[in-house]
T-cell receptor
Framework: DTGVSQNPRHKITKRGQNVTFRCDPI?????LYWYRQTLGQGPEFLTY????????KSRLLSDRFSAERPKGSFSTLEIQRTEQGDSAMYLC????????????FGSGTRLTVV | KQEVTQIPAALSVPEGENLVLNCSFT??????LQWFRQDPGKGLTSLLL?????REQTSGRLNASLDKSSGRSTLYIAASQPGDSATYLC?????????????FGQGTELSVKP
């Protein structure tokens, strides 16, 4: 297991298009988190899954955003009708519930909406 | 509501200097605190994890301390090198029954000049 994997690394899209990102967590981790980071800021929580259940969504996650984690393995984050304000780095992290272990982050997907 | 603040926002030092990065948080009810490094355009790399019951952790030239009662953590970097240039983020983790998500500071951008 080589850690948390995110694809694509970069995505440039036109305003109004839909985009989908994928995250493959560390296989033994049952929790998966999505964060968004804009330039010069720390990451902000978007949503998290425990196994296949989506347990919390931030108010940052508008109706245009949807995340899934079928079968409790990989996760996808879809943004519909993208806006320029969606331009950011989208980070995925995984961990194990019930343990004090730290998070492992992926390399992120950089989204640019033009 | 938990808020995390990092001071300074940016720091430039000559190579070889010892330096301290500061992190403060408003709610002392944390599970643990994690320091990350982020290179430009990249994901987050975990540096040190301090459990709420611990006072400090060390890894090589890095030492992180935690004072829960005052809501403070420091990251000490000894004998800084140009390769240490990056953004350093601290994050506090909420308890598992609160989702275990991380709350980040805005980061300290460190530049070490040769």
């Amino acid at each position: 297991d080589t850690g948390v994997s995110q694809n694509p690394r970069h995505k440039i899209t036109k305003r109004g298009q839909n985009v989908t990102f994928r995250c493959d967590p560390i296989s033994e981790h049952n929790r998966l988190y999505w964060y968004r980071q804009t330039l010069g800021q720390g990451p902000e929580f978007l949503t998290y899954f425990q196994n296949e259940a989506q347990l919390e969504k931030s108010r940052l996650l508008s109706d245009r955003f949807s995340a899934e984690r079928p079968k409790g393995s990989f996760s996808t984050l879809e943004i519909q009708r993208t806006e320029q304000g969606d331009s950011a780095m989208y980070l995925c992290a995984s961990s194990t519930a019930g343990t004090p272990d730290g998070y492992t982050f992926g390399s992120g997907t950089r989204l640019t909406v033009v | 509501k938990q808020e995390v603040t990092q001071i300074p926002a940016a720091l430039s030092v000559p190579e070889g200097e010892n330096l301290v990065l500061n992190c403060s948080f408003t709610d002392s009810a944390i599970y643990n605190l994690q320091w990350f490094r982020q290179d430009p355009g990249k994901g987050l790399t975990s540096l040190l994890l301090i459990q709420s019951s611990q006072r400090e952790q060390t890894s090589g030239r890095l030492n992180a301390s935690l004072d829960k009662s005052s809501g403070r953590s420091t990251l000490y970097i000894a004998a800084s090198q140009p390769g240490d240039s990056a953004t350093y983020l601290c994050a506090v983790r909420r308890f598992d029954n609160q989702g275990g998500k991380l709350i980040f500071g805005q980061g300290t951008e460190l530049s070490v000049k040769p």
